[in-house]
């Protein structure tokens, strides 16, 4: 009874450091101090294969001169990149495809068929069919493709243009009877996509595949696989919209010298949150935010390359003035390294939420944007208004935009929503992404908070900092 005591009265006092005291905080607390002793149940929570977990990458590419081509030539960028990377991030296997029925399952993959969304149709056959290029021809010609009978495809490529607010869905075109491709590639614009699902990989695996295809498609283009032919083809038709795509507003740009670190960045986030979240008020703290985090020692060479945990972090506020920056940046570090260690908060609810005795696919109905709404209060301070991620890779890739779904979607009753802030970074060069629904959800939404941002970002005290 002591030990419980002292876990359950250690866990709130966590929830109450970043959002105040509530009397719920116990009723939580108390539950999770109970199961968290529990064995731990197999069975990755955080996602269950749904629409919301989508994300993309994605940077500037010259459009192809011969696009059927370019999909193809992708594709085996693809399929050469996964088995590179297949077996080096630790649970995330990508030779993989999906199998969604009361929960959603990994199955492996011989990386054999590709799909091809054109249009209306989705051409399905095996990457090194030689008669590929003719059925991709008569689909843009407007010919039915035959009902594929063969394995479930690693890889949905889209071939046209897709709006960059539901891009991250494109894997989705060649799902059929619940079964599909976690990986799509695309284009939205200027930018080459490459979409995935977070049941399979993270965001450090993510960007290190996307600059893998990129190296594997210059090579291509410098003749390894292509025939450096130039086909006429009718013009391509509009790709047909993904069903259950949910839009977001995104806004990106390169960033120029040092990337922005991860700490000043949330300092940031959490001062327009508060603004956004309470103007005129006297709120003690911002709303939440999460801060997605590496688990293990800093000096494990393979922590990135796990699956992250999260840690959550707010700003205070006094008289509707905020901390200083270095007040943060110690609580909020301390915070990251309790994470890392597995004893903080986060790392703890979830090894409850493993434990607890429940239905796999229930227990990750809670990690979702779906989530019933009587969780609300608690996922306003578990998943936060706000998730700031700084992805820094060892693979060259060119400045890139992120974009994945935030913790909730913004309704008539909570107009706020929530946002991703993302920066991509490989050493050289990095790109920061603003996306979201609600404050975010339209481009100029996400616009204008990149903006503003990137103002706070550059105050003096704030800009060394960041470049240090």
């Known amino acids: 009874m002591r030990s419980w005591i002292r876990r359950a009265a250690e866990l709130r006092g966590e929830l109450a450091a970043v959002a105040g005291d509530d009397p719920r905080w116990w009723l939580l607390a108390g539950g999770a101090a109970i199961a968290e002793r529990w064995p731990p149940r197999p069975g990755y929570l955080v ?20 696009p059927l081509r370019d999909a193809i030539d992708r594709a085996r960028a693809a ?32 990386l054999d068929a590709a799909a091809f969304a054109i249009g209306r149709y989705c051409v399905i056959a095996a990457l090194d069919d030689p008669t590929l290029p003719a059925q991709l021809a008569a689909a843009v010609r407007g010919t039915a493709p035959p009902r594929w009978r063969g394995p479930t495809p690693f890889v949905c490529v889209s071939i046209g243009d897709d709006p960059i607010e539901t891009a991250r869905h494109g894997h989705r075109r060649a799902w059929r009877d619940g079964r599909g491709p976690w990986l799509g590639l695309g284009r939205a614009g200027e930018l080459a996509t490459v979409s995935t699902c977070h049941l399979v990989v ?32 009718a013009a391509l038709p509009p790709l047909a919209p993904v069903a259950g795509a949910v839009p977001l507003g995104v806004a990106w740009q390169e960033l120029v010298g040092p990337g922005v670190r991860a700490l000043p960045l949330a300092y940031a986030v959490g001062r327009l949150l508060h603004r956004a979240a309470a103007p005129g008020a006297g709120a003690r703290f911002s709303p939440t935010l999460q801060i997605p985090v590496a688990p293990g020692r800093l000096d494990d060479p393979e922590r990135r390359r796990r699956r992250a945990t999260a840690a959550i972090v ?21 915070v990251l390294q309790r994470e890392t260690q597995g004893v903080g908060l986060c790392a ?18 809670g990690f979702s944007a779906a989530r019933p709404r009587w969780l609300d209060r608690v996922s306003d301070v578990l998943g936060g208004r706000a998730c700031v991620s700084r992805i820094r890779i060892e693979t060259a890739l060119p400045p890139s935009c ?12 909570d ?23 609600g404050l975010a959800g339209s481009s100029a939404g996400a616009r204008g908070l990149l903006d503003d941002l990137l103002a706070l970002t550059a105050e003096p005290g704030v800009l060394r900092r960041a470049m240090t």
């Open 79 to 110: 399929r050469a990149a996964l088995r590179e990377l297949h077996g080096t991030l630790p649970g995330q296997p990508l030779a993989v495809t999906i199998a969604r029925g009361a929960r959603a399952i990994l199955e492996p993959s011989a």
């Open 47 to 66: 996602s269950d294969a749904e629409p919301g977990t989508d994300t993309f990458i994605g940077h500037r590419a010259a459009p192809p001169a011969d």
């Open 402 to 413: 992120a974009v994945s779904s935030p913790s909730r979607l913004a309704s008539p009753g």
């Open 348 to 365: 703890r609810l979830l090894a409850a939420a493993s434990a607890a005795p429940a239905p796999l696919a229930w227990k990750r109905r």
């Open 314 to 334: 707010s700003v205070r506020f006094a008289a509707g003035e905020p901390e200083p920056l270095e007040r943060f940046e110690a609580r909020a570090r301390d």
């Open 415 to 437: 107009p706020l929503g929530a946002c991703v802030v993302t920066v991509v970074d490989d050493g050289d060069r990095a790109a920061i992404t603003v996306c979201g629904s």
């Open 202 to 233: 993270d965001g450090y695996g993510h960007a290190s595949l996307t600059g893998r295809i990129h190296a594997l498609l210059e090579a291509a283009a410098r003749g390894a696989w292509s025939h450096a032919h130039h086909a006429h083809h």
